[in-house]
């Protein structure tokens, strides 16, 4: 079966950082391009950053750009998000998603396979 499990979700003071890592398994990894997104309590879930299967190409939405940084490793079957300057904004649910497209996209339905969900806490 399928598993995508996050780490590295905790809690951090704003100005901080924090390294979400998401650990693949049951698939040919490199084959899928992989999705960062973010739920708070009470908003629809939202996406924060993508990378393709070739890691040529990555995208962000605008409220992280120049603070998150996506990067991915086929050889370990792992996708990252580092988190620089973190505000309180950004607390929330973090999920890694999975589509087997070359196309990165921002919606959530068009991924495949998801994960737990790591919590992100920043206080201000």
């Known amino acids: 079966q399928v598993q995508l499990v996050e780490s590295g979700g905790g809690l951090v003071q704003a100005g901080g950082s924090l390294r979400l890592s998401c650990a693949a398994s049951g698939l040919t990894f490199s084959l899928y391009t992989m999705g960062w997104f973010r739920q708070a309590p009470g908003k629809e879930r939202e996406f924060v950053a993508g990378i393709n299967r070739s890691r040529s190409s990555t995208y962000y939405v605008d409220s992280v750009k120049g603070r998150f940084t996506i990067s991915r490793d086929n050889a370990l079957n792992t996708v990252t998000l580092q988190m620089d300057s973190l505000i309180a904004e950004d607390t929330a649910v973090y999920y890694c998603?999975?589509?087997?497209?070359?196309?990165?996209?921002?919606?959530?339905?068009?991924?495949?396979?998801w994960g737990q969900g790591t919590q992100v806490t920043v206080s201000s």
């Open positions: 998603a999975a589509r087997s497209s070359v196309v990165i996209g921002t919606s959530s339905s068009v991924y495949n396979y």
